[in-house]
T-cell receptor, first 110, second 115 residues
């Protein structure tokens, strides 16, 4: 089936350090979305990437979509305690469904 | 208003019980979704409704029965569940159901425990 691999599974960083999570697919994607889920919360939409090589920024967050539209990354600069949570990519393979990656759980050491 | 509401927040039920989960949105969205999320796992799609008609059923067991009474409401009827069905059940909505997928807005979920 169509799957999206996401790494790393866990990331512990010192507050102020950077953080990156990666998603990879063996199949070309139509688009990819990123969601954040706080502990005990529900997924909240962050961004959607559609174009090959697209880069979008939201304050300290930078999202990239690969040239081949098979991979994507989320980079957070200078992490803060409010960044704690699990970050999911969610891929669209050209159908009506989103396929979620396995998620990266980010914890911050104050 | 970008809110999706779900009731109840928590539900404990026995294997012989019948219960229902409810979801509501007032954003005028015409696509609504049910997901199941086990602890430390990503959401897994169960059902998708488009314009109040069932569009996608991800081979979900018949003990889960979805219903979309109108464009704002989505129910999930539960009957004869198993303990392994214990999970967070998330409802989501999007403007329409398309092949390129829209932003999905998630509700807070119902945390279900089956005893």
């Amino acid at each position: 089936g169509q799957q999206v691999m996401q790494i790393p599974q866990y990331q512990h960083v010192q507050e102020g350090e950077d953080f990156t999570t990666y998603c990879n697919s063996s199949t070309t994607l139509s688009n990819i979305q990123w969601y954040k889920q706080r502990p005990g919360g529900h997924p909240v939409f962050l961004i959607q990437l559609v174009k090959s090589g697209e880069v979008k920024k939201q304050k300290r967050l930078t999202f990239q979509f690969g040239e081949a539209k098979k991979n994507s990354s989320l980079h957070i600069t200078a992490t803060q305690t409010t960044d704690v949570g699990t970050y999911f990519c969610a891929a669209n393979f050209g159908n009506e469904k989103l396929t979620f990656g396995t998620g990266t759980r980010l914890t911050i050491i104050p | 208003d970008t809110e999706v509401t779900q009731t109840p927040k928590h539900l404990v039920m026995g294997m012989t019980n019948k219960k229902s989960l409810k979801c509501e949105q007032h954003m005028g969205h015409r696509a609504m979704y049910w997901y199941k999320q086990k602890a430390k796992k990503p959401p897994e799609l169960m059902f998708v409704y488009s314009y109040e008609k069932l569009s996608i059923n991800e081979s979900v067991p018949s003990r889960f029965s979805p219903e979309c009474p109108n464009s704002s409401l989505l129910n999930l009827h539960l009957h004869a569940l198993q303990p392994e069905d214990s999970a967070l059940y998330l409802c989501a909505s999007s403007q329409v159901l398309t092949r390129s997928t829209d932003t999905q807005y998630f509700g807070p979920g119902t945390r279900l425990t089956v005893l």
